[in-house]
């Protein structure tokens, strides 16, 4: 819901805090942003040079995650996270956020994909849904967040460091090289670039400090209609991947960073 979140988010075009009036988010300059029926808000404040994942992508997305295939990921966070803020950076469907919140926490879902908006809106009651691009300032005041996740997303060292409050925490999920392996070998999805952990680390360096990391990894066996949905769900989707014919074993395998503000 929006009301809980907004003490903690701002006008994107001043910096002014917001107010709700129905269906409308405003500030004392005057500036007006609509909040779609769906429950998400647009602070997106222009035209966006990209629309992020389609909805057919997300429904997919959605079908695998609720099997419960990544819950080892979403447990590791959610024990992982203080009590405080806390902003998913790229929320998707909501599903990590949502699994992170306890019952009475306030989280905030920032994403560039109005389908996967459209279902963090309903993902938590305590979840308010943001469209907004991550590579430009966020709506969000100066030091509110207790934590903030960025699983599988682009992340924006500068504004990570800025929204993250004093002692607070950043939790980084990549890919390993051993990521869904069979399913690139055999069947064409698109590898992890065996550099990404260190460039990660690269792109946060001037930023925070890393204080830890963890291996997560689960044997996941597939039916065929589970594979193609995974599959469905990436960017290999569009670049030629094909889908197993039957049952198959995949390596879910991610790393899990911890960082801190510097």
């Given at each position: 819901?929006?009301?809980?979140?907004?003490?903690?988010?701002?006008?994107?075009?001043?910096?002014?805090?917001?107010?709700?009036?129905?269906r409308?988010?405003?500030?004392?300059?005057?500036?007006?942003?609509?909040?779609?029926k769906?429950?998400?808000?647009?602070?997106?404040?222009?035209?966006?040079?990209?629309?992020?994942?389609s909805?057919?992508?997300?429904?997919?997305?959605?079908?695998?995650?609720?099997?419960?295939?990544?819950?080892?990921?979403?447990?590791?966070?959610?024990?992982?996270?203080?009590?405080?803020?806390?902003?998913?950076?790229?929320?998707?469907?909501?599903?990590?956020?949502?699994?992170?919140?306890?019952?009475?926490?306030?989280?905030v879902?920032?994403?560039?994909?109005?389908?996967?908006?459209?279902r963090?809106?309903?993902?938590?009651?305590?979840?308010?849904?943001?469209?907004?691009?991550?590579?430009?300032?966020?709506?969000?005041v100066?030091?509110?967040?207790?934590?903030?996740?960025?699983v599988?997303?682009?992340?924006?060292g500068?504004?990570?460091?800025?929204v993250?409050?004093?002692?607070?925490?950043?939790?980084?999920?990549?890919?390993?090289?051993?990521?869904?392996?069979?399913?690139?070998?055999?069947?064409?999805?698109?590898?992890?670039?065996p550099?990404?952990?260190?460039?990660?680390?690269?792109?946060?360096?001037?930023?925070?400090?890393?204080?830890?990391?963890?291996?997560?990894?689960?044997t996941?066996?597939?039916?065929?209609?589970?594979?193609?949905?995974?599959?469905g769900?990436?960017?290999?989707?569009h670049?030629?991947?094909?889908?197993?014919?039957?049952?198959?074993?995949?390596?879910?395998?991610?790393?899990?960073?911890?960082?801190?503000p510097?």
């Open positions: 819901m929006i009301d809980g979140a907004l003490p903690y988010l701002r006008c994107p075009i001043c910096a002014r805090p917001l107010a709700r009036r129905e409308t988010l405003r500030c004392a300059a005057g500036h007006s942003f609509d909040m779609a769906q429950g998400y808000a647009d602070l997106s404040a222009g035209r966006l040079p990209h629309t992020g994942d909805a057919a992508m997300v429904a997919d997305r959605e079908t695998f995650l609720a099997a419960g295939h990544y819950d080892f990921i979403a447990d590791a966070l959610a024990a992982a996270v203080p009590s405080g803020l806390l902003v998913d950076a790229g929320v998707g469907t909501g599903y990590y956020l949502a699994r992170a919140l306890g019952e009475t926490s306030i989280g879902g920032l994403d560039v994909s109005k389908p996967a908006l459209r963090a809106a309903r993902a938590h009651p305590g979840a308010a849904a943001v469209l907004t691009d991550l590579w430009r300032p966020w709506p969000i100066d030091g509110a967040a207790a934590a903030i996740l960025n599988f997303a682009p992340r924006n500068a504004e990570f460091r800025r993250l409050r004093p002692g607070g925490v950043l939790l980084v999920v990549t890919p390993t090289a051993e990521h869904l392996r069979e399913l690139v070998t055999s069947y064409g999805m698109i590898g992890v670039d550099d990404k952990e260190q460039r990660v680390r690269g792109s946060l360096d001037d930023y925070f400090t890393l204080e830890g990391t963890k291996t997560l990894s689960q996941l066996r597939l039916a065929a209609p589970e594979a193609r949905t995974l599959i769900m990436t960017p290999s989707a670049h030629g991947a094909s889908a197993p014919a039957g049952d198959v074993t995949v390596t879910a395998e991610v790393t899990l960073s911890a960082y801190s510097n």
